[in-house]
């Protein structure tokens, strides 16, 4: 069965402390493992996508990696406005088009 | 371009009604998918639709329903409302030539009493 396991759960930043959230993942035939960026209230954003293992996307202070078995998504010097949940999705060969995702990362990133 | 828009924003509903929630996908679009978020499961896939025609169901009971327009807005039906089915209901459209890459609408908050 195809598993997406995000973590931390929660994580606190001081404005400009960098790190990294995980996804890890088990997929039969990864098609591709999306990164989407949800505020309260509010439908997520697309992030990035990643297709293949070794590929990097970069987003202003967001960098997204992936190898075979897990994706990083690297914050680079936070603001406070980068806090929200960051949720990490992965879609399948076979599944249509829908997405597995996981229970996310809530980001609180303080002044 | 105008973004994926749902509507209503927010239903109240009793148990046993039923209920029909609308989504427009972006202009262009033609796969509409919907997902159910919840604080204890989180996202869970409910159907995709391209061109009127269902192609993926995710694990829920035969209460939930859709169906696709001819100009590609969809809609879900949620029948005999149990308390459980309180959750965001979040519409996602999709690219022709980037398939994989979901634009998700605001969702509709349904509160079942």
């Known amino acids: 069965e195809d598993q997406v396991t995000q973590s931390p759960e929660a994580l606190r930043l001081q404005e400009g402390e960098s790190s990294s959230l995980n996804c890890s993942y088990t997929?039969?035939?990864?098609?591709?493992l999306f990164w989407y960026r949800q505020d309260p209230g509010k439908g997520p954003e697309f992030l990035f996508t990643?297709?293949?293992a070794g590929e990097e996307k970069e987003k202003e202070r967001l960098k997204a990696t992936l190898t075979k078995k897990e994706s990083f998504l690297h914050i680079t010097a936070p603001k406070p406005e980068d806090s929200a949940t960051y949720l990490c999705?992965?879609?399948?060969?076979?599944?249509?088009?829908?997405?597995?995702f996981g229970k996310g990362t809530s980001l609180l990133v303080t002044p | 371009k105008a973004g994926v828009t749902q509507t209503p924003r927010y239903l109240i509903k009793t148990r046993g009604q039923q209920v029909t929630l609308s989504c427009s996908p972006i202009?262009?679009?033609?796969?509409v998918s919907w997902y159910q978020q919840t604080p204890g499961q989180g996202l869970q896939f409910l159907f995709e639709?391209?061109?009127?025609?269902?192609?993926n169901k995710g694990n829920f009971p035969g209460r939930f329903s859709g169906r696709q327009f001819s100009n590609s807005r969809s809609e879900m039906n949620v029948s005999t409302l149990e308390l459980g089915d309180s959750a965001l209901y979040l519409c996602?459209?999709?690219?022709?030539?980037?398939?994989?890459?979901?634009?998700f609408g605001p969702g509709t908050r349904l509160t079942v009493t």
């Open positions: 996602a459209s999709s690219v022709r030539d980037r398939p994989y890459e979901q634009y």
């Open positions: 997929v039969s035939g990864l098609r591709g």
């Open positions: 990643l297709y293949s």
């Open positions: 999705a992965v879609q399948a060969a076979g599944s249509g088009y829908a997405l597995n």
């Open positions: 202009s262009g679009h033609r796969s």
């Open positions: 639709y391209f061109s009127e025609t269902q192609r």
